[in-house]
């Protein structure tokens, strides 16, 4: 039993170490996208030209940001799974399984959007065919909304199932709920301004969830790594 705690323990701060990791990355990340390479949009009729032009220039900083990316994504699965284990062992309800399942689903999907701009900056970058820049331009932004359904779910469920079982502090469950909601609104946003140009209002949207997540990631799996420790800290059970 004991060695069952223990190993339970060691489980959740790994997951927090993720949280963290993953908080890490992605901050680092969604700042070299958003300070380093975001410029003005230009206006709609020069967008493809400008868009090949920006890559050609911006192709080093890109691939660190989307390099950053799937590292904050990849551990972002791993905290999620352990969150999502911890609440069901919290919470003894099945809603956390759905959780985990919700937040790989986005995951992949934000993978798969990370591949795709990993394509278009190298096609964009070697004077591709605008068709094609634009084709994968606009299927990376696409697999990026879509993966905020599922991430509203998975959002939705953690801050429910935590605001009821109080597994962690409120500032846990609050972030979700707002999470969920900022989820859905990007999403809109980037199918509402997809004739918007280069970085529109919808891109932004989708890159500022993305920063709020990683940081609610980050402080989250904070808290998981010092519960984990006191909880070892406290006082030993009796043979």
Do not use: C
């Amino acid at each position: 039993m004991t060695d069952q705690v223990t190993t339970g323990r060691s489980d959740l701060r790994a997951a927090g170490i993720a949280g963290v990791i993953s908080g890490i990355a992605g901050l680092m990340g969604v700042g070299i996208a958003a300070f380093w390479s975001i410029p003005p949009p230009p206006p709609p009729p020069d967008l493809m030209p400008f868009i090949i032009e920006w890559h050609v220039e911006n192709r080093g900083s890109l691939m660190i940001a989307l390099a950053l990316g799937a590292v904050s994504v990849s551990f972002f699965i791993w905290f999620a799974i352990g969150l999502s284990a911890m609440l069901r062992k919290s919470d003894r309800d099945s809603q956390p399984s759905v959780a985990m399942g919700a937040a790989v689903s986005s995951a992949t999907l934000v993978l798969i959007g990370l591949v795709s701009r990993t394509v278009l900056n190298f096609s964009g970058a070697m004077g591709g065919e605008e068709f094609v820049v634009r084709a994968l331009y606009d299927l990376a932004g696409f697999f990026t909304a879509f993966a905020a359904f599922p991430g509203a779910v998975f959002f939705f469920i953690v801050g429910r199932t935590v605001m009821r079982s109080r597994a962690l502090p409120s500032f846990v469950p609050i972030g979700a709920l707002v999470l969920a909601v900022l989820s859905l609104g990007s999403a809109a946003a980037a199918m509402g301004t997809t004739k918007g140009g280069f970085m529109a209002a919808g891109g932004m949207a989708q890159l500022g969830v993305m920063g709020l997540t990683v940081l609610w990631a980050f402080g989250t799996g904070l808290r998981m790594m010092s519960g984990a420790r006191r909880e070892t800290t406290g006082p030993k059970e009796r043979p």
